[in-house]
């Protein structure tokens, strides 16, 4: 069974940069059928895709995001990371790792993690 | 606000059947698969329905999804208590070239 964990500090200071880990364990990272993403949900809110990266680095990242995000793949470690630089107290929110189809329906989102909490504050 | 839009809340009596929209355009659900995400209080959301009206492994034909337009609907029958919950529409949006989601509807069994 495939399993996904963030990983990464829970609280940051505004201005600085955000950064989180996913370990995945069960399966292999360096499949060709699956992207593997970032999910945000502030508190009380909707979700918010982040971004997608494959296993050999392509990325797909959100527009309103996009001048702040990077993210990147170890494969052999079988993980994956996002940094967000330059937050606010509006970047405070639930994180989610998860693995999304790479095809024709990209939004097919099969596999979670349980959810790391960041909190911008100073 | 978001691109898909979703109605804030449904609400309906154990054993009955409700329905929850997501409407969007021709870039996103017209033109792409559409996702349902079901996320009970304090979980992480859990995949319901994919390309359209498939679903997954272990999920219940309880829940049906199904796609016309630029529109996407999720149907639940049988009513639960345990279905109490947040559901989320999510597709691709080939103009951003981003996935998308909806704003989110409270499902209430009365």
């Known amino acids: 069974q495939l399993q996904l964990q963030e990983s990464g500090p829970g609280l940051v200071k505004p201005s600085e940069t955000l950064s989180l880990t996913c370990i995945v364990s069960?399966?292999?990272?360096?499949?060709?059928?699956?992207?593997w993403g970032w999910i945000r949900q502030p508190p009380g809110k909707g979700l918010e895709w982040i971004g997608s990266?494959?296993?050999?680095?392509?990325?797909y990242y959100n527009p309103s995001l996009k001048s702040r995000v990077t993210m990147s793949v170890d494969t052999p470690k079988n993980q994956f990371s996002l940094k967000l630089s330059s937050v606010t107290v509006a970047d405070t929110a639930l994180f989610y790792c998860?693995?999304?189809?790479?095809?024709?329906?990209?939004?097919?989102?099969?596999?979670w993690g349980r959810g790391t909490l960041v909190t911008v504050s100073s | 606000q978001s691109v898909l839009t979703q109605p804030p809340s449904v609400s309906a009596a154990p054993g009955q059947k409700v329905t929850i929209s997501c409407s969007g355009s021709?870039?996103?659900?017209?033109?792409?698969?559409v996702s349902w995400f079901q996320q009970l209080p304090g979980t992480a959301p859990k995949l319901l329905i994919y390309?359209?009206?498939e679903r997954p492994s272990g999920i219940p034909d309880r829940f049906s999804g199904s796609k016309s337009g630029t529109s996407a609907t999720l149907g639940i029958t049988g009513l639960q208590t345990g279905d109490e919950a947040d559901y989320y529409c999510?597709?691709?949006?080939?103009?951003?070239?981003?996935?998308?989601f909806g704003g989110g509807t409270r499902l209430t069994v009365l």
């Open positions: 999510g597709t691709w949006d080939s103009s951003l070239r981003g996935v998308l």
């Open positions: 021709s870039s996103n659900i017209g033109n792409n698969y």
């Open positions: 069960g399966g292999s990272i360096s499949s060709r059928s699956y992207y």
């Open positions: 390309e359209n009206n």
């Open positions: 990266i494959s296993y050999d680095g392509n990325t």
């Open positions: 998860a693995r999304l189809e790479r095809g024709a329906a990209p939004a097919t989102i099969d596999y």
